[in-house]
């Protein structure tokens, strides 16, 4: 295991972490607020970076990342004011298997507007360069900021590593909205309506604070994080109408690992998962190498040779889910869950 | 009532439930006459799908509407049954085993529930949204390891099999559909009838006191997670035996089976039946194979109108069509249906306009989305439309504009009707009572 792959797959691993928290956090607001399980909650990502592109291409990027949230996160109060609340007293299925539905719609309407094949979605030209470039010479490892340095060429065995300066800018993005929803559920007046409407929403009622428009609210900004994301989720990957299928599913893997409603915990799993994904991605390593270091053979005429061979970077899709299973075995209040009652 | 008898003092006298034998009888008499009326190979193979979807969409139910289990990953267990089913046949193909060809989708069946136990125990520890969370985890992570392991699950290609193998018994090959028919429609009859067993049993009628109460089983001393457990188990036996059918109908299976589209299209199309009523996911099975059938061939905006046929359900009939009718068939006992049945007129006259202003601007839009190349000409429900012409989308407009407007007159009189019915209905319940 050599440093400059030790360091690149940490930064990435801590990029897509960054990414999914920003999903995550979202959702698991909403969940812990009004009991909903947005099952959209990636459709509205993907929306995201879709109307992002759409303005992108009228103006810029900067205006992309300023108003897509915005629409995203208007339309997603509508969605919560107009039909979510209609369901609210049929009780949590139902609320959920409207979000369900809403996942159907919103994936046929993107690809009824955006068409079905991929979008030529990039980040902003002054971002699409490396911000450093981890260069590891014989004679020892060094960082130097922006494109490659002449050495990587010039010196035999030298082994050098770009860093996107879009990839970092996401990191800081997600950053800075992770210290802003601290600062306003903490220190400001409507956060702490909105925790006083969380823990107990008949007093918060009763003491005249509008209760369901906090729920509107609360709802129309989870989903503008979700855009959020999107827009840099879709600039840094694929802008398809796959996109929230294939993160869907993890984000969800996340907040149960995390421990249902608990934000820290959300933080802690999709770190986590991203950077644990992001190292078995980058290895080709088997359990059947793991058994030879013990000194075990395993040849093809082993029993279950396909289970023992199978490669850590093709295990990294399965990852998520399997650590979803063994926390729900060990552990299943989640890392950071309270205990349920 | 008890009634005392020479010989058998405590012999209890009970009437034939006639309606209930009715009822079967003619659920049989559908499965038994059903191909002969649509005899065409094209019926026969979606009679045949129909009955494996019944099966499947009431072992779903099990747990949605017997026990508020709400499983985004049921698919999983259909999925494993019908690869264990294949491998199954093409054992017997080899001449390894020598099982009946029949009795697979029972070997089918018990893979399911193996696989029910093994991840039903970590699936089952919550109830509610997490549950639905957690289906959907195993979901795709069987989903991916089916992608993983190309030796057992075929990969891109999937795995075929033949199921004319093996001996012939009293001349039944299965290789003509029908036969393979008759056998699908034995097995949803036996299901159907165990799986309404199942509901009478005191572990059926425990799961009903999860679904409504947890609190109070946990207090009179069961534990919730092991009925959430049992019923699990017994849902996966018939997923799998659902599987099993499949890949005996169509002799090949695929990675997909197992995959979120499939569990999906399970959950919605088991509410659309209506998850209240036994019969409900009968009426929803049906309607899957129709929609994955048909109407996936009539428009490629099938899965839009699917999603908001949904969400509509949801939103105003969460019984689904079941409870409908069920609503329907109260007022006819009443007598009350003829005060409605011009309101009904009206509101499906005014549904059609809306479905015609809206499916014709939906079209338009997907065929410049997506047949570019053919010219803006299209047709929808019989008419010539030009998708770039403003004469086009005006008449949609007005269409659909107009159907809005009388939906929603209607709607407001059809409202006040149906109150008042339903109170005249309450009314004469206690008249009955106080006669009584």
């Known amino acids: 295991l050599d440093a400059s792959f030790f360091l690149i797959s940490l930064l990435n691993g801590l990029s897509v972490g960054l990414l999914l928290f920003m999903l995550a956090s979202g959702l698991t607001l909403i969940f812990s607020m009004m009991g909903v399980l947005n099952f959209a909650h990636a459709s509205f990502y993907m929306v995201g970076a879709y ?85 590891e010479l014989p004679t020892g490892l060094s960082i130097a900021m922006g494109a490659p340095p002449e050495a990587c060429k010039a010196v035999a065995g030298a082994l050098c590593t770009t860093f996107p300066e879009f990839r970092a800018f996401g990191m800081l993005v997600a950053v800075l909205m992770l210290v802003a929803i601290w600062l306003l559920l903490t220190r400001t007046r409507i956060g702490l309506v909105i925790q006083a409407a969380l823990s107990h929403p008949e ?139 | 009532m008890p ?97 009946p060809v029949s009795t697979i989708p029972l070997v089918a069946g018990g893979f399911g529930a193996l696989f029910a136990i093994l ?14 969370m957690i289906t959907l985890g195993v979901g795709e992570l069987v989903w991916a390891m089916s992608l993983m392991f190309p030796g057992f699950f075929g990969g891109e290609g999937g795995i075929s099999g033949n199921r004319t193998a093996g001996q012939p018994f009293l001349g039944v090959t299965f290789g003509p559909q029908i036969q393979l028919y008759w056998l699908i429609a034995l097995y949803t009859f036996v299901c159907t009838a165990a799986m309404f067993a199942f509901t009478r049993t005191p572990l059926g009628r425990m799961l009903n006191a999860v679904r409504d109460n947890p609190e109070r089983v946990e207090f009179i001393g069961y534990s ?8 699990f188990i017994a849902s996966g036996f018939f997923m799998g035996i659902a599987g099993g059918l499949g890949a005996l109908n169509f002799e090949i299976v695929t990675a997909e089976v197992v995959g979120a589209t499939r569990s999906g299209a399970y959950l919605l199309f088991t509410f659309l039946g209506g998850a209240v009523f036994f019969f409900g996911p009968i009426i929803g099975a049906v309607l899957m194979v129709l929609a994955l059938v048909l109407l996936s061939e009539l428009t490629l905006a099938w899965l839009l109108y699917l999603g908001l046929a949904f969400t509509f359900m ?19 006992a009443f007598g009350k249906l003829r005060d ?42 019989g008419m010539a439309l030009d998708a770039k012409s403003a004469e086009s989308w005006f008449g949609a407009g007005l269409v659909l504009a107009t159907g809005l407007g009388f939906f929603e007159l209607t709607r407001r009189v059809f409202i006040t009707d149906w109150e008042r019915i339903q109170e005249e209905i309450e009314k004469e319940i206690k008249r009955r009572e106080a006669l009584a």
């Open chain 1, 51 to 135: 109307v992002a592109y759409t303005i992108a291409r009228g103006s810029n990027f900067w205006v992309a990342l300023a108003v897509a949230p915005l629409i995203v996160g208007a339309a997603g109060a509508g969605f919560e004011r107009f039909v979510l609340r209609r369901v609210h007293k049929f009780g949590h299925v139902p609320e959920l298997l409207i979000t369900f539905g809403l996942s159907y719609i919103v994936l046929e309407m993107v690809q009824l507007v955006w068409g079905r094949s991929a979008l030529p979605f990039q980040p902003p030209e002054s971002m699409q360069g490396p911000l450093f470039t981890i260069v």
């Open chain 1, 203 to 341: 007093m918060t009622e009763a003491l005249g604070h509008n209760v369901p428009r906090v729920f509107m609210l609360v709802f129309g900004g989870g989903t503008a994080l979700a855009a959020l994301a999107g827009v840099i989720g879709g600039a840094l990957r694929v802008t398809e109408p796959g996109m929230a299928l294939q993160v869907g599913a993890v984000v969800f893997a996340v907040i149960v690992i995390g421990g249902m409603g608990s934000l820290a915990g959300a933080f802690v799993a999709s770190v986590l998962l991203g950077v644990i994904e992001s190292f078995a991605v980058g290895s080709d390593k088997s359990l059947a190498d793991f058994f030879a270091w013990f000194g075990a053979q395993v040849t093809p005429q082993t029993f279950g040779y396909a289970v023992w061979s199978v490669k850590m970077s093709q295990i990294a899709a399965i990852l998520p889910y399997l650590l979803l299973v063994l926390i729900l075995i060990f552990r299943p209040k989640g890392l950071l869950g309270k205990r349920e009652d």
């Open chain 2, 3 to 99: 009634r005392m008898h020479e010989g058998r003092p405590h012999y209890h006298f009970k009437p034939y439930n006639v309606g209930r034998w009715i009822v079967w009888g003619l659920y049989a008499l559908v499965l038994l006459v059903a191909p002969l009326v649509w005899t065409s190979s094209l019926s026969h193979t979606m009679l045949s799908q129909m009955g494996i979807a019944i099966i499947a969409c009431l072992a779903f139910n099990m747990l949605l509407g017997q026990g508020g289990m709400l499983s985004f990953g049921h698919a999983v267990y259909s999925g494993l049954g019908s690869f264990f089913a294949i491998h199954t046949l093409n054992l017997v193909s080899a001449g390894t085993l020598s099982i």
């Open chain 2, 119 to 132: 991840l039903g125990y970590v699936t089952t520890k919550k109830a509610g949204t997490p549950f639905a």
């Open chain 2, 224 to 231: 919730t997670q092991r009925v959430r457990y049992l019923a």
């Open chain 2, 314 to 332: 949801v939103m105003y009939a969460p019984g689904g069509i079941s409870s409908l009718i069920m609503m329907n068939l109260r007022l006819a």
């Open chain 2, 340 to 381: 409605l049945w011009t309101s009904y007129l009206a509101l499906f006259g005014c549904g059609l306009a809306i479905l015609g202003g809206a499916g014709a601007m939906i079209e338009m839009v997907y065929h410049l989305q997506l047949n570019e190349a053919l010219g803006s000409k299209l047709k929808f429900m």
